[in-house]
């Protein structure tokens, strides 16, 4: 504690006294180098006291929201929007002797294809097409 006490009251006003701050401003223009170097430690204290004062007042920092994904980015654009998951049944029993289910999310007849994939895979350079399920005769 002693040495906290003599900086506290002997150090730290030493060297208060000791830096080279002008009495006005106008005074700082007439600063040497020498000056300015034995004033930067100083400056720098002060400033990150600053910046820690104005972060203490300004509260927490925000969590960065997390940036919207692109909705390009979704594979589903438009179809059943409205629900929170597309899922299709489909019963077997229906099933004709081939049936092209849609896997690009881009159909108008989806679930099934109606081909729309062959223009989406031109506009992108994707490579999707339908899962066709056939029925062994
Ligand atoms: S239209 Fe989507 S896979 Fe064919």
């Known amino acids: 504690m002693e040495v906290v006490s003599k900086f506290v009251k002997t150090t730290l006003p030493n060297y208060l006294k000791s830096l080279p701050i002008p009495k006005s401003l106008g005074g700082f223009a007439d600063l040497s180098g020498s000056d300015w170097v034995a004033l930067l430690p100083f400056v720098g204290i002060v400033a ?25 980015e979704a594979v589903n654009l438009k179809i059943q929007k409205e629900c ?4 299709n049944v489909v019963d077997l029993e229906e099933l004709g002797d081939k049936t092209c289910y849609c896997r690009c999310w881009r159909s108008k007849k989806f679930p099934l294809c109606d081909g729309s994939h062959n223009a989406h895979n031109e506009e992108t350079g994707d490579n999707v097409g339908p899962v066709v399920m056939k029925r062994n005769k």
Request: without cysteine; aromatic residues 6%; positive net charge.
């Open 84 to 87: 929170p998951k597309v899922v």
């Open 48 to 72: 990150y006291i600053t910046y820690l004062s104005i972060t203490a007042l300004l509260g927490p920092s925000q969590p960065t929201k997390q940036p919207q994904k692109d909705k390009n």
